[in-house]
C-alpha cells in the first residue's frame, strides 16, 4: 500500500512524522491516516510534497510512490503486433473504462532499441529502460508496435500479465503500410525508426509515384520482416497467457477478449475499434506486376499465410474481397 511504502521511506530517510508534517505542509492526522491505510490515495499535489520532503534520491522511489498513488489496475495486458495490425483498435475498445496508451514513450523505445542494436546499450539497460517505461505508464492495456521488443522481459517481471497477439494477413498489411508512407508523405534519415517500423534501413518517399517506383526495390525486406517479426512474437508468447487474434477479427471477439482478461464484456467498448479514421487507400499493389507481386509473396510470407490464412490469395486481396466487411480504406479524392 502507499501508506506503508511512505512509512518505510520516511523511516529510511530518519525523518519523523511530525517533521513530514512540518516541511511538507500537510495536516498530521491526514499522513497518520494515510501511513493506516485509512486513506488509500491522495491528491498528486499532496503526494508531491510528501516526496519533496522524504529526500528522496532514487527515480524509482519515487515512480513507485506515483503508481501506489494510483488505483489498482484490473488487469495487466500487452497488445502487440507489427505496425498497421490493430494496436489503435485494440486500446480504443478499453478506453472507456480503463487505462490504456497507444505507442507510449515511442521515440524513447525506438532510441533504446537502436542503441542495443548498434552495441551500444546492453540488455541491462533495454531491462531497466522497459520496466521503467512499464512504472511510468501503469496501464492496463499497453498497445504499441514496438513493445515486442520488450516482452520477454515484461512477461518474465509480471508473472500475472497477459499478451494479445495480432496478426494480420501479408496483403493488406503491404498495402497499409505503403498507404501510411504515402499519406503521411514521409522523407525519413531516421534509420532506427524506418528498421523497427518498417524493417528498411531508411525510408525516402514522397508520393504515391514515388512509391510505386521504389517498392519493388525493397519489397523483399518488408515481407521478410512481416514474416520475421510475427515468427519471433509467436516464439515470444507466455504460455497460458496468450492470446492470438487475427486484425480483421478485432471487432467480433470482444468476448473472447473479455474471457481471457476475466472482465465484463460490457466493460468493452466494442464500436470504438471503428472511430479512428480510415486511410486513403492509393491501390499502389495494383499497379505492380501481379506474377511479381504474387512471386514475392509466396516466397517470404507462405509458411504463415498457410497457419493463419489457408484460403486467402492475392486475387481475392486485389480483387477487393477483404477478410472484414467493416470499410477500411478511403478512396483517392
Not at 467498448?269 to 471503428?274: F, K, M, W
Request: proline share 3%; charged share 25%; glycine share 4%.
Amino acid at each position: 500500500m502507499l501508506g506503508e511504502r511512505i512509512r518505510e521511506l520516511r523511516s529510511r530517510s530518519g525523518t519523523s512524522l511530525v517533521d513530514l508534517s512540518r516541511k511538507s505542509g500537510l495536516d498530521m492526522r491526514l499522513l497518520e491516516q494515510l501511513e493506516s491505510g485509512e486513506i488509500q490515495t491522495v491528491d498528486n499535489s499532496k503526494l508531491l510534497a510528501i516526496c519533496d520532503n522524504l529526500g528522496l534520491t532514487l527515480a524509482t522511489d519515487f515512480i513507485t510512490l506515483l503508481n501506489l498513488n494510483k488505483h489498482p489496475r484490473k488487469f495487466k495486458c500487452y497488445r502487440v503486433g507489427l505496425l498497421q495490425t490493430g494496436s489503435n483498435s485494440m486500446r480504443l475498445m478499453f478506453s472507456r473504462n480503463y487505462n490504456e496508451a497507444l505507442e507510449f514513450m515511442a521515440k524513447e523505445s525506438l532510441d533504446i532499441m537502436a542503441g542495443y542494436s548498434r552495441n551500444e546499450l546492453s540488455w541491462e539497460d533495454v531491462r531497466c529502460f522497459a520496466l521503467r517505461r512499464d512504472c511510468l505508464g501503469h496501464f492496463e492495456m499497453d498497445s504499441a508496435y514496438f513493445i515486442h521488443y520488450f516482452l520477454p522481459i515484461l512477461t518474465q517481471h509480471f508473472q500475472n500479465s497477459k499478451v494479445i497477439f495480432n496478426i494480420r494477413d501479408c496483403y493488406s498489411w503491404l498495402n497499409c503500410v505503403v498507404n501510411f508512407v504515402v499519406n503521411q508523405r514521409i522523407i525519413n534519415n531516421n534509420k532506427a525508426w524506418s528498421t523497427f517500423m518498417l524493417g528498411l534501413p531508411e525510408c525516402f518517399v514522397e508520393n504515391k509515384q514515388d512509391m510505386i517506383n521504389k517498392l519493388p526495390l525493397f519489397i523483399d525486406q518488408m515481407l521478410s520482416f512481416w514474416t520475421n517479426e510475427n515468427k519471433k512474437i509467436l516464439q515470444m508468447l507466455p504460455e497460458g497467457r496468450s492470446l492470438i487474434i487475427k486484425t480483421h477479427e478485432i471487432y467480433d471477439k470482444v468476448e473472447d477478449i473479455a474471457q481471457f482478461l476475466n472482465i465484463p464484456v460490457e466493460s468493452i467498448d466494442r464500436d470504438r475499434a471503428l472511430t479512428f479514421p480510415k486511410v486513403i487507400n492509393h491501390n499502389i499493389l495494383h499497379e505492380l506486376s501481379y506474377d511479381f507481386l504474387n512471386s514475392r509473396f509466396n516466397e517470404h510470407c507462405r509458411e504463415l499465410m498457410t497457419q493463419f490464412y489457408p484460403n486467402y490469395t492475392l486475387s481475392d486481396f486485389l480483387d477487393g474481397n477483404y477478410l472484414t466487411d467493416i470499410q477500411i480504406f478511403q478512396e483517392e479524392p
